[in-house]
């Protein structure tokens, strides 16, 4: 798949359905402040949600007082169903509409969150592109929260093709930069009742 057809599929999603219609919505975020917490993560972080569409994370970090937000994702119309729904406090978030794989991040932040995204990228380029953003937007000491499709999770997510990892082999694509400093499953429930197997992983930068 092209960049622009990436583009295009992803924005094609989110302006052809609610946004509480797509097999990955959550009524709130309980697993991306879970892990949040698990790696001492406090508001006065600063944090850059990669491919955070038009999750509503973002709102719950706003409401806990978090004031340096950036939430990047390659479909605007995701962006756009996101600021609409917060109003005013949509400016006191940064947004990036742009492809992770192509992102030259201008500034590190103390977390990368990432849900559901690095999954997508099943070519190895695609995944030393993801790779190339991530060392530019973290410095040392940063957290890395990814959660990705389980070894027993869906093979296609949005009708695209995913990699599935376990924690290792995740480790072993973030290489010797990141320490893996704790992971566990969860299953997400769809909108629609269907179980998916998520592994989520923390990660420390090292250096
Ligand atoms: C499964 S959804 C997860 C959305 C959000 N993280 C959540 O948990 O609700 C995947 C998201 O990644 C975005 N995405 C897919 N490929 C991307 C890429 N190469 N760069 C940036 N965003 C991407 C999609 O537009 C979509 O919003």
Redesign the pocket.
Known sequence: MT?TD?HEH?DA??TGKSPTD?????HA?AP?LRALAHAGAVPASSLV?????????VDALLAQGWQDLTV????AP?LDTAKARLGHLADMVNWVA??????VPERTFDVW?????FH??TEQE?REA?QRALLQGTATGSHVII?TFALDGPEK??GLPVQRYDAAGLARQLGDRFELTDTWLEDHVTPWGAVQSFNWCLFRRIR
């Open positions: 960049g990436r992803w999603v989110y797509v097999s990955w919505y959550q975020p991306s949600d990669v491919g955070g569409g038009a999750s509503n994370l990047l994702d390659i479909a995701a742009e492809d992770i794989t192509e992102w969150h990432d849900r559901a995204v997508f990228l695609q993801y959660a997510c949005s």
